[in-house]
């Protein structure tokens, strides 16, 4: 028989069958006897059951990754927040088109590169605000850019926007890490390359001067209000012009009940045993947080000295999605190998055609799948492949399970709130 069981130590729901029921709860790890338990009664959205996750402890050590709220993050600031993906391309038109088509980003050629044959694309993954920001929390805009613009030969693959990127590079030696460039400027906007710990590389993107900290992707916690859904856009329109915001037009409208293309989560590597050293560059210098995730849902058995953990680089919820637009948080993992993998973003895939549908789409546009496309869709988060576009990129692609409420933060697009037209949207 079908329920829903929702836990009581950190309010999350699943709808199983009574022998799926999982002995641990798959977002905190408490024991399945802390669950309540209600009949299906055909949706998870009509649960009588709900409760109220527990907030963020002002005490808790900041190098503590047992399982708590994320931290709150002070206001004023958006240093140590991801603010933007990276990949590169060496055929431009093949994987221009292979994104634009396969998943629906719209993208376009940042302002200074408008006349380059080979320019430096932003693109828009999902619904967003005029001035190319994301309109909804726990996913991500990036750049594409020509494979020969990256000059220290590492090909870094996120920004972190940071308050000072001076300070930044003074401090990061001391840290363990190290300056791959020096502080340089392109399309009006200061950046560094940095290294961590273990060599992962990463843009430092200095907070313009022009922020007024009103902005949508500027909060520190925003309470997600279904029933007044466009509460960033009023905020937003009280901070800025539009119409002078390159460039010169909103993000295309994302209009159907999908998350098909929107990066979500970022996955970076450490090599094992050097988990205490690297986890620390990441608080000391960016004020992270780390989660260690549960065995029930891919992480290692608690206490382990190389755990998986989630991060949250900016305002989060208890489930460690973004509650406010604009950053993405990340996960790291263990490795092995002398070498790690290029750190990569895990992106949504359609939920409603069979994974192997979405698997012939990728080819369709001359990109190409590993050999672990799954026979059946499952309904856990293992139901992933591996792709890779045009330019050999490799991408992590998910199919949500059917647990998706649709009530989350980050489940929103252009046209699903019928007042849309009668808020000037």
Known sequence: MKYIYTCFKCGFPMALE???????????????????????????????IHVDPMGPDPNWSKYDIS?????????????????????????LQRTREFYEKAFGWDIVPIECDQEKKRPTFLCATGPGFPNWEPRFGS??????????????????????????????????????????????????????????????????????????????????????????????????????????????????????????????????????????VFQRFWIDLFGWDFFELPE???????????PSCLIATGPSYETWEGCVPGHMNMGCHACENEILPDVGFGMEIHMDVPISMTAAEVENFFGKVGDDVPMFDNVNWFATFTAWDPSGNKLMLSKCPDSRTWDEAE???????PNLQKNGI
Not at 411 to 417: N, Q, R, V, Y
């Open 296 to 306: 029930a849902v891919g992480g290692k058995r608690a206490g382990d000295l190389n």
């Open 67 to 91: 399982y708590h709220h994320p931290k709150r993050f002070p206001t004023g600031t958006r240093h140590g927040r991801v603010r933007r993906f990276v990949t590169y391309y060496n055929d």
């Open 139 to 276: 996913t991500g805009y990036g750049y594409l850019k020509p494979e020969e613009t990256d000059v220290t030969g590492r090909r870094p693959r996120f920004i972190v926007e940071v308050d000072n990127v001076d300070e930044i590079m003074n401090e990061v030696s001391t840290h363990g890490g190290e300056v791959l460039r020096n502080k340089y400027e392109e399309d009006g906007k200061v950046y560094a390359i940095l290294a961590d710990t273990e060599g992962n590389p990463f843009y430092v993107w200095q907070t313009p001067l022009d922020v007024t900290f009103e902005e949508p992707e500027s909060q520190t916690y925003y309470k997600w209000d279904r029933s007044n859904p466009w509460k960033y856009d009023r905020l937003y329109k009280s901070s800025f012009d539009p119409k002078s915001k390159y460039p010169y037009r909103a993000p295309k409208k994302f209009t159907r009940k999908s998350l098909h293309g929107r990066p979500r989560f970022g996955s970076i590597h450490y090599h094992a045993g050097n988990f205490k």
């Open 411 to 417: 489940a929103g697009w252009d046209t699903w709130d």
């Open 18 to 48: 009574e022998e799926d029921c999982p002995e641990f709860c798959p977002s905190c790890s408490a024991p399945n006897s802390k669950f309540l338990r209600e009949p299906w009664c055909g949706s998870i959205e009509k649960r009588r």
